[in-house]
């Protein structure tokens, strides 16, 4: 697709006609009215990346249209950006043309913010870095005020810590969040707060135990956790369970249970299948599952997991994909209904749009 144009005055119309394809995608399945939660037109993206380009001792950032590939498009600044990030664009740049250790063969820089105020900027060469490299970067980490990581081919080079850390308030408690470099954190921040917000008030009253698949950084997990008895969470990715790891105990939450596995490895252990190593100590019989909260990729649920879910009372349900939701509610719709729907404008002026269902059992016939 072309790039996309940031124009806040085209902001409430894009928005609407997204929200109307979704309806629309989800009528034959009996969708209450959702609730929408729009972004901030501008200043909404935690996370930004670019192409530097050099040209007459210059660089400059760069994005690239799928229509016409090789010519760079030049960017001034970036408006989706939020505010650290803004402010450290032209800085850094600065910075870069000054210095010739930080510019050679630079090709691309990464941005990581939080609502909080921190800033995270990755460098990324077609060169091995030294010592001298690291003098520089140093300079600039404290110019900028952010953490620096160099990265080249079999080379990574952290000056301080490769990680921030998120903090924001949530129905009367403050959160925190470690977001490790080059892992999966969500992009939009004010719309992340209004998701966690709007699923807490789906599983108010659940009661019993949550299981959670697909639970990343445990960026829902620490959200729910107080409104269940115990949760059991599950992650495949290695840097994102030490994430959540790190968040369950900087959060004080002593009622979840981490494991790294597949939601297709934990659909076997519950449906009795083989035991695994990794659940060992778990006792999944001591648990009283009333809620099944999954995130899933955008290919959804594999057949597995949507067997495991109809099993459920209730299934809080958030996607990236409306079309895969789709074809997911519509598998669970012989035992589930849609009891409520939200969409959360996640990337504003794209097609792209996160939404959310809660299913609850269907009454016995």
């Not at 959670?212 to 269940?228: D, H, K, Q, R, V």
């Not at 599950?234 to 959060?251: D, F, G, P, Q």
Request: aromatic share 10%; glycine share 6%.
């Amino acid at each position: 697709m072309p790039l996309p144009i940031f124009d806040p005055a085209h902001y409430d119309a894009q928005l609407a006609d997204k929200l109307a394809r979704f309806k629309a995608d989800f009528a034959p399945l009996g969708l209450p009215e959702p609730e929408v939660f729009s972004s901030p037109p501008l200043h909404y993206r935690m996370r930004a990346e670019f192409r530097l380009w050099h040209h007459g001792g210059r660089v400059d950032y760069a994005m690239f249209d799928a229509d016409n590939p090789k010519q760079p498009i030049l960017l001034d600044d970036f408006p989706p950006a939020a505010e650290p990030i803004a402010r450290a664009m032209p800085r850094l740049r600065e910075a870069l043309i000054a210095s010739e250790e930080l510019k050679r063969r630079i090709f691309q820089v990464e941005f990581l913010a939080t609502l909080s105020g921190e800033l995270m900027v990755s460098l990324v060469y077609h060169r091995k870095l030294g010592p001298e490299w690291e003098t520089a970067a140093r300079e600039l980490a404290a110019a900028l005020g952010a953490q620096i990581i160099g990265r080249s081919r079999g080379q990574k080079i952290v000056l301080e810590r490769d990680w921030l850390l998120e903090e924001f308030e949530l129905d009367g408690r403050r959160l925190r969040y470690q977001q490790v470099e080059g892992s999966f954190t969500q992009p939009n921040g004010e719309v992340n707060r209004k998701m966690l917000g709007w699923a807490r008030a789906q599983a108010a009253d659940a009661g019993g135990d949550l299981l959670e698949l697909y639970c990343g950084n445990g960026n829902f997990t620490i959200a729910l956790a107080p409104l269940f008895g115990r949760v059991l969470a599950t992650e495949l990715s290695k840097s994102s369970v030490r994430a959540a790891l790190y968040n369950i105990e900087a959060n004080g939450a002593d009622n979840i249970t981490m494991v790294r596995m597949a939601s297709e490895e934990l659909s076997d252990a519950m449906a009795g299948g083989r035991e695994y190593r990794r659940m060992a100590g778990v006792d999944l019989a001591g648990y009283r599952f009333s809620t099944l909260f999954v995130d899933p990729p955008r290919s959804g649920l594999d057949p597995a997991t949507v067997a495991l879910a109809a099993g459920f009372e209730r299934i809080l349900y958030i996607s990236c994909n409306p079309l895969t939701l789709r074809d997911n509610a519509q598998a669970l719709a012989a035992t589930h209904r849609i009891a409520a729907a939200a969409v959360f404008d996640q990337f504003p002026y794209t097609h792209h749009l996160e939404c959310g269902l809660l299913l609850t059992r269907r009454a016995a016939a």
